[in-house]
């Protein structure tokens, strides 16, 4: 599992210059952006074992053959 | 009869028909927004000598019988992130640039079509929010009590098409900001398909997941205003080439054998007994239309929200980021953090969880549409709440409030699927509920058919709010 904590967050607001970013917006970015990436490495986990592997498929184009398969 | 409660299309034919004229509209419009906008707030700006010229144009071209685009002379109103050469949108910020030099697909088309645009309307800042909160341009309140939220981040869409203040809007859906302020301000609210309507000219929060979307009265009403802005746009390359169906006409095609689908695993949890009524009522309304009800278990859908989290923030961060750099004050605190967010998720995981997007759009139509039309599933599974109880600035609260919000919206935004919010009644506060229906890639027409077809059973959306001073304090 990804750990994202307040102390890599300013790490990372120094590096990107955004020197308005304290400890405690630090720690509510930190919350936020684990939240969100768990649910990633959650969703990894469940289609199994392996490297994630794209079928090329555009976005819109999945929207697209999708309405058509289904019309 | 006040002509502010027709709806656009009653309104759009009294016009065509010289029953009415465009500068009755306007002024009654004018008139009802001086009386409304002290309590709501849902205006940024009013436009009102440039909509009463444009009135007196449309009704001139009327008398002249020209040809009338299916707008003609209907006052509008659109969340305040539309932009037009020259004319700085507030974006609901302090920290807003200035104006842009591009024109809005969106409102360029329906300027084609006739419509005049009364004003610009309240946001939440950056459209970063579900609860119509905005430290700049003030809170936007709901119609149908002012202690309570208009719901965002379109909060002054929702609050002016529900109080009658226009007669459509056009607002902006990346996790839920077209339906949720639709659904607790009683009218309908459509996000369509992702690729339906030209982004060109909206203010990016996310583009990979932004969608313009609609909110308006009744089914009739979206189905003429998402003719007039969907189809393909050459400037905007992540506009389909798909043609745009007649929706309106397909309104009457009846709902008699769709198989309408009700979650049995994640939607529905958490619901509040009082909307939990609505929506099983509503699911009895449509199934004495004729549509056939059955539960539908749904695949993998306790990460959708925070997948398209991912997608939001990265990309909102990406938006914002040398802006906050330089104009960090002048956004609100929650405003700002979420907007930084996307700083602290590694681009690993962006990349996996755009990836990942085809893909789980694939698992979930294959997994459901083959068992009904169309999902039925609450909007907001819980009553829409006070200002006071959702303002919880950047405190570590917030997560969990937005969560709260968004839990059945998110999902749709990051499959792109179209969703249209349905009222369906009364939450025990005397706040507006409603249903949300979703369907497959480009189904806009299906879910408007239900749409009518309910409201010719029930009149929720007939229901106008009263004028009530805020509590004092």
């Known amino acids: 599992m990804q750990r994202i904590d307040a102390e890599a967050v300013l790490a990372l607001a120094r590096a990107q210059q955004q020197e308005w970013i304290d400890a405690a917006a630090a720690e509510r970015i930190a919350v936020g952006a684990s939240a969100a990436v768990a649910a990633v490495d959650a969703t990894l986990r469940n289609l199994g074992p392996g490297m994630l592997v794209s079928d090329g498929a555009g976005f819109l184009e999945m929207l697209e053959t999708l309405a058509d398969r289904s019309a | ?473």
């Open chain 2, 1 to 473: 009869m006040n002509v502010c409660e027709l709806t656009l299309v009653e309104a759009a034919e009294a016009i065509r028909q010289r029953r009415l004229t465009s500068r009755a509209l306007v002024e009654a419009a004018l008139e009802r927004i001086a009386q409304w906008q002290p309590a709501i707030n849902a205006y940024a700006s009013v436009y009102a000598d440039a909509a009463l010229a444009a009135a007196d144009r449309a009704d001139a071209a009327a008398r002249r019988a020209d040809p009338l685009g299916p707008l003609h002379g209907v006052p509008l109103a659109h969340k305040d992130m539309f932009f037009r050469p020259g004319r700085r949108s507030s974006l609901g910020s302090r920290a807003a640039p200035p104006a842009s030099h591009v024109q809005s697909a969106v409102l360029a088309r329906l300027d084609a079509a006739g419509a005049i645009e009364l004003g610009a309307l309240n946001m939440s800042e950056f459209a970063l929010g579900p609860t119509g909160h905005n430290a700049f341009l003030g809170d936007c309140r709901n119609p149908w009590h002012t202690d309570h939220v208009a719901c965002g981040s379109s909060s002054g869409s929702g609050a002016a098409v529900g109080a009658r203040l226009a007669w459509g809007s056009i607002g902006s859906d990346t996790g839920g900001s077209v339906r949720l302020p639709a659904s607790v301000s009683g009218v309908l609210g459509l996000k369509p398909t992702n690729g339906r309507v030209s982004l060109t000219g909206m203010m990016p929060l996310a583009p990979s997941v932004d969608v313009p979307g609609i909110l308006a009265r009744s089914a009739r009403d979206v189905a003429r205003l998402l003719r007039v802005v969907a189809g393909r746009d050459p400037t905007d390359a992540r506009s389909s080439r798909r043609p745009v169906p007649d929706y309106e006409s397909a309104l009457a095609d009846g709902i008699a054998g769709l198989r309408v689908g009700v979650p049995t695993n994640y939607f529905l949890e958490g619901v509040a007994p009082d909307v939990g009524r609505a929506l099983s009522e509503s699911l009895r309304v449509l199934s004495a239309l004729g549509a056939q009800v059955a539960p539908v278990t749904i695949p993998a859908p306790e990460h959708l929200t925070e997948l398209s989290r991912v997608l939001v923030y990265s990309e909102a961060s990406a938006v914002h980021g040398p802006w906050l750099r330089e104009h960090a004050a002048d956004y609100a605190p929650q405003v700002r953090m979420r907007a930084a967010t996307g700083l602290a998720i590694p681009a690993a995981a962006y990349h996996q969880a755009q990836q990942l997007r085809p893909l789980l759009l694939r698992r979930f139509v294959e997994g459901v549409f083959p068992r009904c039309d169309v999902l039925h599933l609450p909007t907001l599974g819980i009553p829409a709440p006070t200002l006071a109880e959702t303002d919880v600035g950047s405190a570590a609260a917030m997560w969990d409030k937005i969560a709260v919000l968004v839990r059945c919206t998110a999902p749709f935004n990051y499959l792109g699927l179209p969703a249209l919010s349905v009222p369906c009644g009364f939450t025990d506060n005397g706040l507006p509920t409603s249903f949300q229906l979703v369907a497959r890639p480009f189904a806009e027409s299906t879910l408007l058919r239900i749409a009518h077809a309910f409201e010719g059973a029930t009149d929720w959306t007939r229901r106008v709010p009263v004028l009530r001073e805020p509590a004092a304090g």
